[in-house]
Nanobody, 127 residues
Framework: QVQLVESGGGLVQPGGSLRLSCTVS????????MAWFRQAPGKEREFVSA????????KFAESVKGRFTISRDITKMTTHLQMNSLTPDDAAVYYC????????????????????WGQGTQVTVSS
């Protein structure tokens, strides 16, 4: 059974940083895409960032470009989302997701295509 477990969420002041991690267990994917989405209360789930193993490409939402970075540890099937210069608008539950196979670059933002999801980790940005 495939499981995704996120960690690293918490409370941070505006301007601060957090590093989220997502570890996959129960399967080994040779070619996959891994993404981060977030959902704030009363809002739709939105794309944050993703990478593809096929070409090592990454994609970021405009709202986080220049502030967030995504990285991965291949040996551990783990991805990290480094979030800097956080604002209250970044507060949400953050979810990681995996698409098994090769996902078109333009489709990385589509949450409906991902096969597996984590349970989410809360990020609160407040002074």
């Amino acid at each position: 059974q495939v499981q995704l477990v996120e960690s690293g969420g918490g409370l941070v002041q505006p301007g601060g940083s957090l590093r989220l991690s997502c570890t996959v267990s129960g399967a080994t994917f040779t070619d996959y895409s891994m993404a981060w989405f977030r959902q704030a209360p009363g809002k739709e789930r939105e794309f944050v960032s993703a990478f593809r193993t096929s070409d090592r490409s990454t994609k970021f939402a405009e709202s986080v470009k220049g502030r967030f970075t995504i990285s991965r540890d291949i040996t551990k099937m783990t991805t990290h989302l480094q979030m800097n210069s956080l604002t209250p608008d970044d507060a949400a539950v953050y979810y990681c997701a995996v698409y098994s196979g090769r996902l078109a670059y333009g489709s990385l933002i589509r949450s409906d295509l991902y096969h597996y999801w984590g349970q989410g980790t809360q990020v609160t940005v407040s002074s």
